[in-house]
């Protein structure tokens, strides 16, 4: 597992991924009673992947994670890597139709929320920002001027821009006042740091204290950060929102399966009828290929301008 983290790492791989990668390759090991994967090699990976699908009935995009752990394990922590797996029966990927909200749904849902959390809700809905990219965003991130929401290290460890919407900059502004009380407070206590990414605390040993690398919306407690142990504020926890969403959508009445995620689904789809072009929407979304974003076509294409013979009866 040590080597797996080195590896991850050096690949700049997300935590989350790695997190995905040691979990499958624990999953592996364990089935096969504890042996060395070295001492295994494709047909127990085909077996153990037959197994994920018949025996524990999992979805196409499970068995693939999966599948990508383990291909990750033997080429590049092993560095043996795998050949073909004759008997490995692959689930079939099937295409699924994004769930979204009606203007309608989605302001009954944000009139049951409050506080910081629904000041991300609404800039989850107006930016169409995934909710762990909403939960990073810092202070100088946010173009107030034009209008411009920058995300770093997104999903691919891509940037991108989106848009900030005009009817939250003053909602958003008088968050960020009382996010630099706050700030001067922790300084007064000897806290006040943001943890940085990568290497930039070695580059710029002063930018942790700065302002402008605090979270937008930052963690309600300190924690002790790196060797030397100083009090620094995280970013809250993407399962605040979560629940408060879940909560809101439940007071609210709305029937459908709806997460925080369906903010940006709706988002996109939105757009979409009030005819901005796909291109762009892709862009906004951060998609890598532009047949992800024309999911949301589906949605409104299918029944647009078209009246069930029943109505003509």
């Not at 502004?173 to 700030?183: K, M």
């Not at 290497?199 to 963690?219: C, D, G, M, N, T």
Request: glycine letters at 6%.
């Amino acid at each position: 597992m040590d080597q797996i983290h080195e590896v991850c790492r050096r690949r700049h791989l997300s935590k989350r991924t790695e997190e995905a990668y040691r979990f499958w390759i624990r999953q592996f090991i364990f089935h096969f009673d504890k042996r060395h994967p070295r001492e295994l090699r494709e047909g127990e990976v085909a077996r153990f992947l037959n197994h994920l699908a018949v025996q524990r009935e999992v979805s196409a995009f499970t068995q693939t994670q999966a599948l990508n752990a383990l291909v990750f394990l033997y080429r590049d922590v092993l560095e043996t890597p795998l050949d073909k797996m004759p008997g490995f029966n692959r689930i079939q990927q099937h295409q699924r139709i994004p769930v979204v909200m009606s203007p309608g749904e989605v302001s009954a849902v944000l009139a049951q929320m409050s506080g910081s959390t629904a000041l991300m809700a609404r800039l989850l809905f107006g930016s169409g920002l995934r909710v762990e990219e909403c939960c990073t965003l810092r202070i100088k991130d946010i173009d107030f001027a034009s209008s411009i929401v920058s995300v770093r290290n997104g999903k691919g460890a891509k940037d991108r821009t989106t848009v900030l919407p005009g009817s939250l900059k003053a909602d958003l502004q008088a968050h960020l006042i009382r996010i630099a009380q706050l700030h001067t407070d922790d300084r007064n206590r000897g806290a006040g740091l943001a943890p940085l990414p990568g290497a930039l605390e070695r580059k710029y040993p002063k930018a942790s204290e700065s302002l402008a690398w605090q979270f937008v919306f930052p963690s309600t407690v300190c924690r002790p950060w790196g060797q030397s142990g100083r009090m620094a504020r995280w970013h809250v926890s993407t399962s605040t929102i979560q629940k408060a969403f879940r909560q809101a959508v439940t007071r609210a009445g709305i029937m459908k399966h709806a997460t925080v995620h369906t903010l940006r689904h709706s988002f996109a789809t939105q757009l979409l009828a009030a005819g901005t072009d796909i291109r762009t929407i892709q862009l906004l979304l951060g998609h890598r290929n532009l047949q992800t974003t024309m999911l949301y076509t589906h949605v409104l294409e299918v029944t647009k301008k078209v009246s069930s013979p029943l109505d003509a009866l």
